[in-house]
């Protein structure tokens, strides 16, 4: 299958931000007494905020109101707003900056399908920001692993599912890219958990995008041609 756009995941797939997330949580959990245990870190990923809170409290949860559960998502979010201050370019996680180049310089379109309200602001300390024509809104989409929000940047970007290949590092993202109406999943990171995943990668170093893409420039001439253009 040669894919005619990529949708991208932030946290866990362009920065190492799904650690910081991880940090602000535990130390929210710390600070309430709450357990810690061994599968919470794979439970949270990808999860937005409120369902993240949830994993976090537990069994306790009926002990908090919704008000002091607002309360707590915002704690958490200040300290992560913290955390991501002193993000840059640096932070990128291997191969993602030059990825996203490549992409670039060969007019495939590119999107962004993140739960996080704070992708604007880690994607501008990044200096990434110009790389994505299209960031899905969040508030706009039923979270992962609903596919709404990669089926918004499908959308957005103009192309259908099935020609979008999408990169996940969360098992809940990789559910909901593989429910987005035939799009590709590429698993980013632990191959027991993103069992679902079309393809698995350790980074996005390891990717080759020459294999996947029909470059736009590269294109002229084919575009009504469907046939061609799926060809394998
Ligand atoms: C991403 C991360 C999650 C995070 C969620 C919401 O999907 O993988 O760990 O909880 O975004 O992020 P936010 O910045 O809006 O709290
Ligand atoms: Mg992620």
Redesign the pocket.
Known sequence: MIYRAAIF????VIAD??RL??IAWQQLAEGLNLPWTADTEER??????M??LEVILGEKSSNYTEEAKIAL?AR??SR?QELIRSLSPADLLPGAGELLAWLNSQHIPVGLA??????PAVLEALGISRCFSVIAD?EKSAP?PAPDIFLAAAKGLGIDPEFCIAFED?PA?VSAIKSADGMTAVGIGNPDSLKDADYMLDSLEQFVPNDFFLSVLAESGMRQNKDLAVNE
């Open positions: 995941d932030l946290d866990g931000t799904a997330h991880l949270l990923k990808g999860l937005e905020r369902a993240s998502a958490k979010n992560y993140s739960a996080s309200k704070n992708a969040p992962k969360a993202g």
